[in-house]
């Protein structure tokens, strides 16, 4: 388990050549944490990017309570299931996944390979999924599965944000001068660890692939007054909503990996770095700027990869 917090950093790719980037002497780079991965199941790569960021304390803690099982929560599709059900297998935890909404069957790739790694698997009806961080209810899963970890929804709990810092630490020590690190933002538990540990002038900037404004609130709350350097959220790139797309967005999809083999997927990645391309034609970007964009993985739950 050592290995989880013993790693190399994970690379850092200058994006180029990129047009009117070096007129305006902007540099672009884009953090590889979809490399950051310790193989689960037959060379499968769920536990990298993000999760293996907001899960490593998680795990940590769970081993040092002597707790045999994770117990999370997530949507059909979701990485951070993909994620868990690996870092069971991997580390010898039982795990136990509660998925949003009636089992549909055939079970998708995701919901498949959770199987695969050993999770169980419980589908729960929405409105007892939205219950999910109540207090009665997370007392009632305690009082059935004492010897378990009960990790939210996303991994984005005190643990998971703490792990999500080293995010920021990496990219400042890699790209001395960075002035701008953006990443995509789901639960924003990510984006808030990378803020705390940012150091001011450096910025932070996010990206909700979700539909709402409601963004910036999440990230407040789980900030705790913790943040210290400027961060803002930017709303204009979901493209309908989680999991929508557009023919535009595919299509920018294959030209990043045609042009720069670089792979995405249209959930989080594709949305955020188009955002961030927008922005600069759009000069929303000061010359000079020195900017990180963060490959979170979810490469998993996108097979068809271009
Ligand atoms: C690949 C990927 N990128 C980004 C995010 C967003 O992270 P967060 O939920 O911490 O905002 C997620 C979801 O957790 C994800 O799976």
Redesign the pocket.
């Known amino acids: 388990m050592q290995r989880l917090l013993n790693h190399p950093p994970s690379p850092l790719q200058a994006l180029l050549p990129w047009p009117g980037l070096a007129e305006r002497g902007i540099e672009l780079y884009i953090k590889r944490d979809d490399l950051l991965c310790l193989p689960a199941y037959r060379g499968d790569c769920s536990f990298s990017?993000?999760?293996w960021r907001?899960l490593k304390y998680n795990l940590f803690n769970a081993r040092q309570w002597q707790l045999h099982t994770l117990l999370t929560f997530g949507g059909p599709y979701s990485?951070?299931l993909a994620a868990t059900a690996s870092a069971g297998a991997l580390f010898g935890f039982k795990t136990i996944g509660i998925v949003r909404g009636e089992r549909i069957e055939p079970l998708n790739p995701t919901l498949l390979h959770c199987l695969r790694c050993g999770m169980e698997l419980q589908f729960w009806e929405r409105s007892r999924y939205r219950q999910k961080e109540e207090e009665e209810l997370i007392s009632e899963l305690g009082a059935l599965y004492p010897r378990a970890a009960i990790i939210p929804e996303?991994?984005?709990n005190y643990l998971?944000v703490l792990g999500?810092e080293s995010i920021s630490k990496e990219i400042q020590e890699q790209c001395p001068g960075v002035s701008i690190i953006a990443?995509?933002?789901?639960?924003?538990?990510?984006?808030a660890g990378m803020i705390r540990a940012c150091k001011s002038p450096c910025e932070v900037w996010g990206f909700p692939?979700l539909k709402g404004n409601f963004m910036q609130q999440e990230v407040e709350k789980l900030l705790n007054e913790q943040g210290k350097a400027p961060w803002k959220i930017i709303e204009a790139y979901h493209f309908g909503g989680y999991g929508k797309t557009t023919v535009e967005l595919l299509d920018f999809m294959q030209q990043i990996k045609n042009d720069h083999d670089l792979p995405l997927?249209p959930?989080?990645?594709a949305k955020l770095l188009f955002g961030i391309l927008d922005q600069l034609s759009k000069n929303e970007i000061p010359e000079g700027s020195k900017i990180v964009v963060l490959h979170?993985?979810?490469l998993q739950?996108w097979p068809n990869e271009i």
């Open positions: 990017g993000n999760k907001k990485n951070h996303g991994g984005s998971g999500a990443a995509a933002c789901g639960t924003g538990g990510t984006l692939v997927e959930i989080y990645t979170s993985g979810g739950g």
